[in-house]
């Protein structure tokens, strides 16, 4: 029988750029699920001193989908619910980027009622992300209750979501020119209701985590991201809002009618965990206050422009942007004049996101590696693609 | 680190499970929200607007007949492929009519559909089918509760289901 050597075993791709040696203290870490079919696989290389990181490389393509072969493949209104899927916890915001692109292609004008009904719903799926994140989170480091109390509000979401789209996640709700139905009459009532039920739960979650000892010594200056790496890297949405550049597609280049509304892009400049945590918890007062203007101004009229039964944009390309729970969202058609997309390009902010990762990591403890990762509100899906 | 830091940030932690625990004791004495699911069930006006599997409009004058004009619309409007509809194929001119052979829709002078079927592991319950049929014979149904061993289980033949329901409401009507 022959001796087990340690040296022997060989790894992937990835970790073979991590050599153990030359001092005992080095230690390669593989970090991540250990099986491909759950989800949110994210494996990350780590080479470590004793409990601090020298080098972290997240390795990708667990969860690849080929979403962009794919729309090639199908008409362009065949891939809208691949929108829900490749971000599944905002799909809204990927409908809108891709029906935007789309739209501004062939020149749609998108009736008022279904741009408000579109501000609507992408709101309401943002605040549902939001709190999933911070159960999430929470749960990263290692608290448990406060993903049940986010999970008790995301549920009034998505009650209300189900009834105007009829799913409770991966919504595909949204068609070139309007929005795939109208909303139920209660819409806006039940709009309204949540969102005064949300603000009088969030001095709730400020006692129970927000101020919490344990909370603000995992987050306080862990993981500073200073503006300019976050600028070189392309970190969008909650990340750089958090490093002190209120930056928001919603405002810098409003789409839609988010230029009807007035509300107050929050941001803060520590650059830290906690600053990226008090960044998403502030937008869910934004997200509410964009809420309560849209269904009090829902005009009547109708959902959806005159578009023909098959999508036949002319000659050409278009990029449309849309602010998603993570960030910039963007979404570039080309077209060949024929009834499929004859490119479409996905420009997903946790991938920039993510980047930034290394740099973050570096010298860190293990530990708040952890809390770094969480605090960029990474979803693989979208990464991956 | 002097006495009052080490008093301090005593005090801080103790204030900090104080306030989690008040939450946490707040939480306990409100009903609960969870649904136990197989003793309880989601109540009814929350599943009239879920979306399970599509499923055939019978008509007005009689519902165990489709609305479906067979025209294979929702077929090649499906971004997964789901929906199989097959018709009689027209004998052609000259032939002699053998047994009935089955192609799929549209054919020929077949106005109603011989065979309408669902894939529903494939479904991504986008409402493309839905929304392109010209007479409006496809609808969700409101069943969440599938489940099933057996992948074949979920290839759903509509007709059938039609007829079976229209049988239960003309019993259920009496
Ligand atoms: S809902 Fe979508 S995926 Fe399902 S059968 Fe209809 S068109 Fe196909
Ligand atoms: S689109 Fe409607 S009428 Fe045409 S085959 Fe499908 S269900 Fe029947």
Known sequence: MQAFDPTALRGDLASARFEPGPTDDKLILSMGPQHPSTHGVLRIMLELDGEYILRAEPVLGYIHRMHEWMAEQKTYMQFMPNM?????????????????????????????????????????????????????????????????????????????????????????????????????????????????????????????????????????????????????????????????????????????????????????????????????????????????????????????????????????????????????????????????????????????????????????????????????????????? | MSVSQLIEEAYTGLKSLVIGLGVTGKALTQPGVTVLYPMEEVERDNLVTYRGHVELIGKDEDPAVPRCVACGACVKACPSNCITILCPVAAKEGEEAGPVKMGPAPQKGSKTPGEFIVDFSLCSLCGQCAKTCPVDSLQFSDNPYMVSFDRKDFRIDLLARLRRMARDEAVAGE
């Not at chain 1, 029906?99 to 008022?112: H, N, S, T």
């Not at chain 1, 749960?139 to 409770?168: C, H, K, W």
């Not at chain 1, 007035?262 to 007062?285: K, S």
């Not at chain 1, 902010?349 to 809390?371: E, I, K, M, Y």
Request: net charge neutral; with cysteine.
């Open chain 1, 84 to 385: 829900g899927r490749v971000d599944y916890l905002h799909a809204m915001a990927w409908n809108w980027a891709y029906a935007g692109a789309v739209e501004r292609l062939m020149g749609v004008e998108v009736p008022k009622r279904a741009e408000y009904i579109r501000v609507a719903v992408t709101e309401l799926n943002r605040i549902s992300s939001h709190l999933l994140w911070w159960g999430a989170y929470l749960l990263d480091l290692g608290a448990f209750t406060p993903i049940m109390y986010a999970f008790d509000d995301r549920e009034i979401i998505l009650d209300i979501l189900q009834a105007v789209t009829g799913s409770r996640l991966t919504y595909s709700y949204f068609t070139i020119g309007g929005v795939y139905g109208d909303v139920p009459a209660d819409f806006a009532s039940r709009c309204l209701a949540f969102t005064r039920h949300l603000r009088s739960r969030l001095p709730m979650y400020r006692d129970l985590v927000t101020d919490n000892v344990i909370l603000r010594g995992r987050c306080e200056d862990i993981g500073v991201m200073d503006v300019e790496l976050a600028r070189r890297y392309g970190a969008t949405g909650p990340c750089i809002r958090g490093s002190g550049a209120p930056v928001d597609t919603r405002r810098a280049e409003p789409y839609g009618v988010y230029n009807r509304f007035d509300f107050r892009i929050p941001a803060y400049t520590e650059g830290d965990a906690m600053a990226r945590y008090m960044v998403r918890m502030d937008e869910l007062v934004t997200s509410c206050d964009i809420i309560d203007q849209a269904v009090q101004g829902l005009p009547e009229g109708p959902i959806q422009a005159k578009v023909g039964k098959t999508v036949k944009p002319p000659k050409g390309e278009a990029c449309y942007a849309v602010e998603g729970a993570r960030g910039k969202i963007i979404i570039h058609v080309r077209s060949d004049g024929g009834p499929k997309p004859y490119r479409v390009k996905l420009r997903a902010p946790g991938f920039s996101n993510l980047s930034v990762f290394c740099d973050l990591a570096r010298g860190t403890l293990l530990a708040d590696a952890v809390s770094i990762l969480g605090s960029l509100d990474l979803v693989i899906p979208e990464i991956d693609r």
